[in-house]
């Protein structure tokens, strides 16, 4: 959700920046925009639409400059319009800045600067911000860098901001607050600063992540310097970046979406590389081992997401109640936060997030703090803000996800917290030596499978000719399939913008039955298991009301082959490791409907892959 991009030092910053935001077009924007300093002048380009909408507008004007910044902005104060594009420019005109978040209380601030002769042309809480830092210096006479800390201890709300001043034509100010930036520091003194890491890998791997309060200061000849809102000076913690520049490319895929989707037998075996111990016949979880015992010792588990970390939540609570037998509830981070839940200092919280920068899983996660809960984190970027803040936690290992619509992370989570709840559950007792073993064994097999599994994308390309022209799609689950049917209806609904719902199979009689026709497809997750026999007398009812059936079913299953209009096989599994494998072909069902669609399957209409505000 919003991009920021930014450079400072001899090269020509205008490339950088320009290539910077195309990296930065997976996190969802409708405006993008730059501003470069040359010569003491201060030029700001920006325009409604693509990156490529920004280049034709910007084609023939001046783009010199060695210092500069880039955002491309997803609206959240005002309509996305040219106008209320970033960067933002101040009363002056002498300064400019980018932001991610959202200022809460710049209404009473714009009415202050009002009062003072300050005319405002957008309708964003960014431009509130740009007057207020740019007054500050003024009146108080400091430098920009003290200006920004002054402006920022009157602001309520969420930033990451970029500030640039022609008064400072050497200098560029950052600073951050539950929203991320990271710092990159080139060999030849060079300074790139960016959103997340994407814009930076291609050109240094030694970043800083700056921490929330923190206020970075970029001059050309200097160096950086951090100091916190309070003044505190800090020392950078310069890291190695693990990210790779050839994961940023589609790899002669049409899409990210289907290349993240056909990762995945390497994406989940790295999520259990160095976990999984068949020759010791053990799972080790590092991250989480001086927690272990508040694990096996807990009387409630909470789990807390939101969107697809939401439904690996859901499947994660099946899995430590059967296997771990510890009662869970799963919790959308974003009404945990407002409804004043009971937290217990002896619960354990897991929180899941892609990006590690969910605001809303962030908030909840320091509402449990507070209340003495041990949180736990499950994220797939490392540095990240919920990295960060947790106790303790494991990656994902799933490798960058590119395409907002989630696939490859949703099995990492999962597979994580199957790991999570096999290793609670053997230390507990509740999951028996030789039950153990035949899951650990399947679990290392899972890789194999899905690599079998996604040879039937053909097949799956075929049905989705069939129903690319749906209006409505209605999905069923029992048991572990449930979160599966959640998961495969957004995914239809996220990219191809299908109405679809997900349902428990059960439920489908108190309610949704009514809409079912012989236009509707139900997409069935009838796989062998323990209510097999209840989600087949489910397919009939919907038989009997000439619903359209396509069955996600077990390898040589002739029950519901003979019922269902559409079958898709999946290797047989154990129960609690079917999401793994079900969840595949829903994924591939709703890509080729979306392709077929003509919709944008990486860039979704107005989703964002990180949602870094409320």
Not at 213 to 228: F, K, S, T, W, Y
Not at 312 to 319: D, K, N, P, Q, T
Not at 428 to 452: C, M, W, Y
């Amino acid at each position: 959700m919003c991009g920021i991009v930014a450079y400072l030092g001899d090269k020509e910053a205008y490339p950088i920046l320009i290539n910077g935001l195309k990296r930065l077009e997976y996190r969802g924007y409708d405006s993008a925009g730059v501003a470069l300093i040359n010569d003491g002048a201060m030029r700001i380009y920006k325009c409604q639409g693509k990156v490529s909408d920004l280049e034709a507008h910007v084609n023939g004007q001046s783009t010199a400059g060695t210092l500069g910044m880039g955002h491309t902005r997803w609206a959240t104060h005002g309509q996305p319009n040219d106008v209320n594009a970033h960067p933002h420019a101040s009363n002056s005109g002498d300064l400019a800045i980018i932001h991610n978040g959202i200022i809460e209380n710049y209404a009473p601030i714009k009415e202050e600067l009002r009062k003072r002769g300050h005319v405002f042309r957008s309708d964003t809480d960014t431009e509130v911000l740009a007057h207020l830092i740019d007054d500050v210096r003024v009146t108080e006479g400091v430098d920009l860098a003290e200006a920004v800390r002054l402006a920022l201890q009157s602001v309520v709300g969420a930033y990451a901001i970029v500030v640039l001043d022609t008064h400072s034509p050497d200098l560029m100010v950052a600073a951050r607050r539950s929203s991320p930036l990271v710092i990159g520091i080139g060999d030849d003194g060079a300074h790139y600063l960016a959103s997340d890491a994407t814009p930076i890998v291609e050109h240094t791997r030694n970043v800083v992540y700056l921490e929330d309060g923190e206020i970075a200061v970029m001059q050309r000849g200097h160096g950086l310097r951090i100091r916190n809102i309070k003044n505190q000076v800090k020392t950078p913690f310069i890291q190695e970046l693990e990210l790779h520049l050839e994961a940023l490319e589609k790899g002669g895929y049409d899409h990210f979406m289907l290349k993240e989707i056909h990762e995945q037998p390497r994406s989940i075996r790295d999520s259990m590389r160095g976990r999984l111990n068949l020759a010791k016949g053990e799972v080790v979880l590092g991250g989480i081992k001086e927690h272990e015992q508040k694990f096996v010792q807990a009387k409630r588990v909470l789990i807390v997401g939101c969107g697809t970390s939401w439904h690996a939540g859901l499947v994660g609570e099946y899995l430590f109640e059967e296997l771990a037998r510890i009662p869970v509830e799963v919790e959308y981070a974003s009404e945990f936060r407002y409804r004043n839940p009971i937290v217990n200092e002896d619960d354990i919280v897991i929180a899941i997030s892609q990006s590690g920068e969910t605001a809303d899983t962030l908030a909840a996660i320091e509402l449990a703090k507070s209340r003495g809960a041990t949180i736990i984190g499950i994220c797939n970027v490392v540095g990240s803000s919920i990295a960060r803040v947790t106790h303790a936690g494991s990656y994902t290992h799933a490798g960058p996800e590119i395409g907002v619509a989630s696939t490859k992370a949703f099995t990492a989570q999962v597979t994580v917290l199957t790991l999570m709840a096999m290793m609670i559950g053997q230390r507990k007792g509740t999951l028996g030596g030789s039950a153990f073993h035949r899951l650990l064994n399947e679990l290392d097999s899972i890789p194999d499978k899905v690599q079998r599994l996604l040879k039937a994308e053909p097949q799956i390309k075929r049905i989705a000719e069939i129903y690319q022209h749906a209006n409505n799609a209605l999905y069923l689950g029992r048991g572990y399939s449930f979160p599966v049917a959640l998961e495969g209806a957004l995914k239809l609904k996220e990219i191809s913008y299908i109405h679809a719902e997900g349902y428990p199979a059960a439920e489908m009689k108190h309610g949704p039955i009514a809409l079912i026709d012989e236009e509707m497809p139900v997409i069935v997750i009838a796989t062998k298991g323990a209510s097999y026999e209840k989600v087949v007398s489910n397919i009939q009812e919907v038989k009997a009301r000439k619903g359209i059936v396509i069955a996600i079913v077990t390898e040589g299953d002739r029950v519901v082959k003979d019922l269902a209009d559409h079958t898709i096989e999946i290797p047989e599994t154990a129960d609690p490791l079917v999401p793994l494998l079900s969840v595949i072909p829903l994924q591939l069902l709703s890509y080729h409907i979306a392709v077929m669609r003509g919709c944008n399957v990486d860039q979704p209409r107005n989703l964002a892959k990180s949602v870094t505000v409320e």
